[in-house]
């Protein structure tokens, strides 16, 4: 259940810290939604990559060279 808990909370980590970051650069540079697009998307992809990561699909950097 922890391992589980853990993998929910960096794919919602991710995305929110993604959407805080576009929302930001959306107040900043007055680019309505695009900004919140852009990084919502990295976010989840970032969220995504941890996750593959953690749950050990996806092998680190060092160990594939």
Request: charged residues 10%.
């Amino acid at each position: 259940m922890a391992m589980g808990l853990r993998l929910s909370s960096e794919l919602v980590a991710g995305v929110l810290v993604g959407a805080g970051l576009g929302w930001g650069f959306d107040r900043l540079l007055s680019t309505s939604p695009w900004g919140l697009i852009v990084f919502l998307l990295l976010g989840f992809t970032a969220g995504v990559m941890n996750v593959m990561r953690t749950a050990g699909v996806m092998a680190k950097q060092s160990e594939r060279l």
